[in-house]
């Protein structure tokens, strides 16, 4: 499993911009749909269909690029707060995205995971995900791994939930706590921390986005709203990365 999302693949042809390093694991903070509309004088829900279309785009950039997982925050446990006929509308939006662009994604060794809480999601969403995830567990390819109903704070206190109880069973001592045990508890379990992360439309903060993950990832933030976010955009901020100094606490 791991020599699978550590693998390199190798690096795409005539790319000079990308020599070095590549982030092995990008996440995306989509934001700006409702303000690309609105300069539009469009319903918000134009700006998410546009969005939508950006997802396809930057899936096959990604893939392109030699990126292994790509984490895209697709819907918040704080958006359900939006106008009822907004959260219908993005509800539809991943069953509207699979059944125009599986096909392809399973043609390109994409493998779809979810990440969030799927059981409050409306039933057609869930049978959607669940389809896609099925069809595609086998490919090898990027992971895309969208956060849908996901929180970082209802992650980590379903995951305290959880050890609390295992102790309580008797299954598990406190003393075996540590950040790998931790990590196996977290939705991303399995997947390694975000190299790189991307948001768009100019908001510089992580609306509860990935909190214990990206506790060393590199930030890289655009004005630009998502449904404009293009090719381009996703390799400057790769190619920025290539570019930083992680240190970790070291020197
Ligand atoms: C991001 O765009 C999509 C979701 C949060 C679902 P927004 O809908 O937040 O767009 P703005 O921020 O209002 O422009
Ligand atoms: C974050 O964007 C959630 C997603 C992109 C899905 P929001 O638009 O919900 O974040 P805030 O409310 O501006 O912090
Ligand atoms: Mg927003």
Redesign the pocket.
Known sequence: MLDKLFFKRKNPENNTLLEGNIPSHVAI???GNGRWARKRALPRIAGHHEGMKTVRKIVKEANKIGINVLTL????T??WKRPRDEVDFLMKLPGEFLNTFLPDLIKENVQVRIMGKKELLPMHTIKAVDEAIKKTENNTGLILNF?LNYGSRDEITGAVKTIASEIKKGNLDPSQIDESLIESYLMTQGLSDPDLLIRTSG?V?L?N?MLWQLAYSEFWFTEVFWPDFSEEHLREAVSQFAQRGRRYGGV
């Open positions: 903070i989509m934001d925050y697709a819907f918040s704080e958006n956060a908001e903060r609306s986005f």
